[in-house]
């Protein structure tokens, strides 16, 4: 399933790269966001972000192939300060999301777009799972995008 998703900060491009490369935004950002543990790890331009997140939000049928809870791994690799190769793995499911993270200048600010796409491979659902996988990261983003605009206005 192809999948567009973008917000805007009120920043510039290098404002809003070193706040998504700090490891305490992304921990703040993530654990606003409801998961109950988060490991970030940052080497260069490589983030990684190791979750422990509940799954009680989701249908019965999807919680039967992920479990009450998922473990989730986001790696961006950044390509300078404006785009990374992004993706999101459950390790143990056959769902994933992968992609193009791209900053770009907006006016005064800075449009952070995602393009990609969700794979569930799984026969007969696989298609409502890849629905449930992009709804979660459309949400993950638009939480993140709280989280960032309190702390571009220096709420840390």
Do not use: C
């Not at 809003?16 to 331009?45: C, H, I, N, W």
């Not at 979660?136 to 709420?155: F, I, M, N, P, S």
């Amino acid at each position: 399933m192809k999948l567009t998703h973008s917000v805007r900060y009120d920043a510039p491009v290098d404002d809003v790269y070193a706040m998504l490369t700090d490891p305490a935004f992304r921990e703040k950002a993530a654990l606003a966001q409801g998961v109950t543990s988060v490991d970030v790890s940052v080497d260069g331009g490589t983030i990684t972000l190791e979750m422990q997140q509940p799954n009680t939000d989701l249908p019965g049928f999807a919680r039967k192939i992920v479990g009450d809870d998922s473990r989730v791994i986001q790696a961006e690799a950044w390509n300078g300060s404006d785009s990374a190769d992004f993706s999101i793995t459950i390790p143990g499911t056959p769902g994933s999301i992968s992609g193009v993270r791209t900053l770009t200048a907006d006016g005064d600010g800075t449009l952070d777009s995602f393009d990609g796409e969700a794979k569930a491979k799984i026969p007969l659902v696989g298609g409502k799972l890849e629905g449930l996988i992009a709804t979660k990261l459309k949400e993950g983003w638009d939480g993140e995008h709280v989280v960032g605009t309190a702390w571009l206005a220096g709420e840390r």
